[in-house]
């Protein structure tokens, strides 16, 4: 069975700071998405990585696949209260079939 | 708005009642997803289908019966449910079945809250 680890589960910063949350797993995974979830809505993806050692960019955040590819960041630059929500990371592998792991999900709230 | 719609939105129950939640996705796909989703718990799979045919079942309790008539509809009938079963139940679908790692991207519905009382 994956397992996902995600580090912090909250994390609590003002509007401007930098903040990295990381998804951890002693599994390898063909390709692990990032979700953004709002209160009252489901998740929203945001990227997905497939190659070891992948660096994506969207806008302020930049997400990295290990090299391994058994763990991942997002690391959000000068963050806004726009970025609050639960980030969840979930991963594929070859032997889950049509199954996605996720992981439990860090909780961010950025105040103004 | 993700093109996967959920109804009802939130759903009070007691542990004798039978009640149906809705999905219903605009997007064409082949593939739709029951999740539920728990505080400080990761999403759990619970029921997948492809081309209304039921693909996976996650060792669900049978009082969680799923339904899907057609491709762009699915069900969660609901019977003497528990208050450890209150969680918000999320439906997704995707144009094609995640398969031996290939990521198709899931979209989400924005849930039913159900609380048992």
């Known amino acids: 069975t994956q397992l996902l680890e995600q580090s912090p589960q909250f994390l609590s910063i003002q509007e401007g700071e930098n903040l990295t949350v990381y998804c951890n797993s002693s599994?390898?995974?063909?390709?692990l998405q990032w979700y953004r979830q709002e209160p009252g809505e489901g998740p929203v993806l945001l990227v997905t990585v497939v190659t070891g050692g992948e660096v994506k960019k969207l806008k302020r955040l930049t997400f990295q696949f290990g090299d391994a590819r058994k763990d991942s960041s997002l690391h959000i630059t000068a963050a806004q209260p726009g970025d609050t929500g639960l980030y969840l990371c979930a991963g594929a592998a070859e032997t889950s079939g049509s199954r996605l792991t996720f992981g439990e999900g860090t909780q961010l709230t950025v105040n103004p | 708005e993700t093109g996967v719609t959920q109804t009802p939105r939130h759903l009070v129950m007691g542990m004798t009642n039978k009640k149906s939640l809705k999905c219903e996705q605009h997007l064409g796909h082949n593939a739709m997803y029951w999740y539920k989703q728990s505080a400080k718990k990761p999403l759990e799979l619970m029921f997948v289908?492809?081309?209304?045919?039921?693909?996976e079942n996650n060792s669900v309790p049978s009082r969680f019966s799923p339904e899907c008539p057609n491709s762009s509809h699915l069900f969660l009938h609901l019977h003497t449910l528990q208050p450890e079963d209150s969680a918000l139940y999320l439906c997704?679908?995707?144009?094609?079945?995640?398969?031996?790692?290939?990521?198709?991207?899931?979209?989400f519905g924005p849930g039913t809250r159900l609380t048992v009382l």
């Open positions: 289908y492809n081309f209304k045919e039921q693909t």
């Open positions: 599994s390898v995974f063909s390709s």
């Open positions: 997704a679908s995707s144009q094609d079945l995640l398969v031996a790692g290939y990521t198709d991207t899931q979209y």
